[in-house]
Nanobody, 122 residues
Framework: VQLQASGGGLVQAGGSLRLSCAASGQTFSTYTMGWFRQAPGKEREFVAF???????YYPDSVKGRFTISRTNAENTVWLQMSSLKPEDTAVYSC?????????????????WGQGTLVTVSS
């Protein structure tokens, strides 16, 4: 699976942005897709995942502000980000896995796209 993330940019605090991740291959629907982010000088952080059945999970830091979704017919996963805060500034990366455990842990994802930079100004 090859992944390509896009949609990053500069946005003011309180604004919204939608990231997309396009996947190659015909088995996209069988993968759990995740979003992770990494801010300068910090470790990679889990943002959201969506399973092949459409189940989603978010950490408290983004719950209620971010929404992950997928369109299997288009081999695409989306991350809608609202009420953005300066602390959301990071490089956001999408990832794919067929594992059924550890889905909030980057180590358990097998395929990664390049990151897209999101900068939230105060």
């Amino acid at each position: 699976v090859q992944l390509q993330a896009s949609g990053g940019g500069l946005v003011q605090a309180g604004g919204s942005l939608r990231l997309s991740c396009a996947a190659s291959g015909q088995t996209f629907s069988t993968y759990t897709m995740g979003w992770f982010r990494q801010a300068p000088g910090k470790e990679r952080e889990f943002v959201a995942f969506i399973t092949s059945n459409g189940g989603t999970y978010y950490p408290d830091s983004v719950k209620g502000r971010f929404t992950i979704s997928r369109t299997n017919a288009e081999n695409t996963v989306w991350l809608q980000m609202s009420s953005l805060k300066p602390e959301d500034t990071a490089v956001y990366s999408c990832a794919a896995t067929r594992r059924t455990f550890g889905l909030s842990i980057s180590h358990y994802y097998d395929y990664w796209g390049q990151g897209t930079l999101v900068t939230v100004s105060s």
